[in-house]
């Protein structure tokens, strides 16, 4: 069962070089953020050393999430950066309280 004041997040995480982007969107990010430095999230992020978080957004619902990882996965890889950028523009890990 779904909290009324539960938050959902779309994320993009990267590699230390920045070379690599991975998309996701859970209801619980620092918890996911920990399963991907563990190496427990996804095969890819593990793989691809993919743990630092260097962008995301807050949604009130789940389906408006899922709406916008699907959108962002299907971005040219360029569009991608030009967004975190507008926000991130020395993309710097972000750290979540």
């Known amino acids: 069962m779904l909290k ?9 995480l990267s590699n230390k070089n920045r070379s690599v ?3 996701g969107y859970t209801n619980n990010l620092k ?3 920990n399963e991907h430095k563990k190496g427990t999230a996804t095969l890819f ?3 691809y ?5 260097i962008y995301f957004e807050v949604f009130d619902d789940m389906k ?12 040219h890889k360029d569009w991608k ?3 975190v950028k507008s926000k ?6 972000l750290q979540i309280k």
Request: charged share 30%; net charge positive; aromatic share 14%.
């Open 88 to 93: 991130n523009e020395l993309l710097k890990t």
């Open 4 to 12: 009324s004041n539960q938050k959902f997040y779309c994320y993009i």
């Open 49 to 53: 050393s993919v743990c630092d978080l």
């Open 64 to 75: 408006l999430a899922k709406r916008r990882e699907k959108q962002l996965k299907n971005w």
């Open 45 to 47: 992020t593990k793989k």
């Open 21 to 23: 982007l991975y998309i």
């Open 31 to 33: 918890r996911r953020l």
């Open 81 to 83: 950066w030009n967004l």
